[in-house]
């Protein structure tokens, strides 16, 4: 499975990736990764790991749609199976959601539908909740909306703080992506018009870490 890699930021995510093939956790091969910040952690890691490593500048564009369409050409070029958004903090293009259908997912923190957009850990904290987390889902057009395949929890702690529930979460981030990648790896998991298919049946839930996507992964 080739995998190509959209970051911004650290690229801990990414790191879990790599350290997963090196470890012979996942078969898969991460074609290049891609950022929109030059600074990105994540592109450094790509290259400390002699993986072909890439930013475009938004600002060197004229419009949206212009950056989108040279992105998504450079992802094209390199032949990925999957695209995994990997904190990459950038609205995605029409165009490029729909050609990429089914075939791109992203990680997202927070139980989804709960707490999409940014600043999900202080969402979490200001509504109250007992149980937080992150979840693994195909990217459509409905930003953070799309049909969720994995997910994993941990409790919201007293005394918590955005930082440390955000690194509660980070935590299980990790496991939860590879376990998930592993699925398609194997070629277990797609996108029908119903939802996810896993096995060749719809789920009615997504799958949670600890539970049954450990045993799906295993
Ligand atoms: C992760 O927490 C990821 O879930 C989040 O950005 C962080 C990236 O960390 N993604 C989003 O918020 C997407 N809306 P990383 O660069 O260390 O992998």
Not at 110 to 129: C, I, M, N
Not at 187 to 209: E, F, K, S, Y
Request: with cysteine; aromatic share 4%; hydrophobic share 50%.
């Amino acid at each position: 499975m080739r995998l190509a890699v959209l970051a911004s930021g650290r690229g801990s995510n990414l790191q879990a990736i790599l350290d997963a093939i090196a470890q012979g956790r996942l078969e898969a091969r991460v074609a290049a990764v891609f950022s929109d910040r030059a600074k990105a952690g994540a592109l450094e890691r790509a290259r400390a790991a002699r993986i072909p490593a890439e930013s475009l500048k938004p600002g060197d564009f004229p419009t949206r749609e212009a950056f989108d369409e040279s992105l998504f050409s450079r992802i094209a070029a390199v032949h990925p199976d999957l695209i995994v958004c990997a904190g990459y903090m950038r609205l995605l293009g029409a165009p490029q959601v729909e050609a990429w259908a089914g075939r791109m997912i992203n990680i997202h923190p927070s139980l989804l539908p709960a707490f999409k957009g940014l600043r999900t850990h202080e969402q979490a904290l200001a509504a109250g909740v007992a149980v937080h987390g992150a979840s693994v889902h195909f990217v459509t057009c409905e930003l953070d909306g799309g049909p969720v395949i994995a997910q994993a929890s941990v409790p919201v702690l007293p005394g918590d703080d955005a930082t440390a529930l955000a690194a509660r979460v980070l935590e299980r981030e990790h496991p939860l992506l590879v376990a998930t990648l592993r699925l398609f790896a194997q070629g277990r998991v797609a996108l029908g018009a119903d939802g996810v298919h896993v096995d060749g049946r719809r789920l009615q839930a997504p799958l949670q870490l600890g539970g049954d996507l450990r045993e799906a992964a295993a």
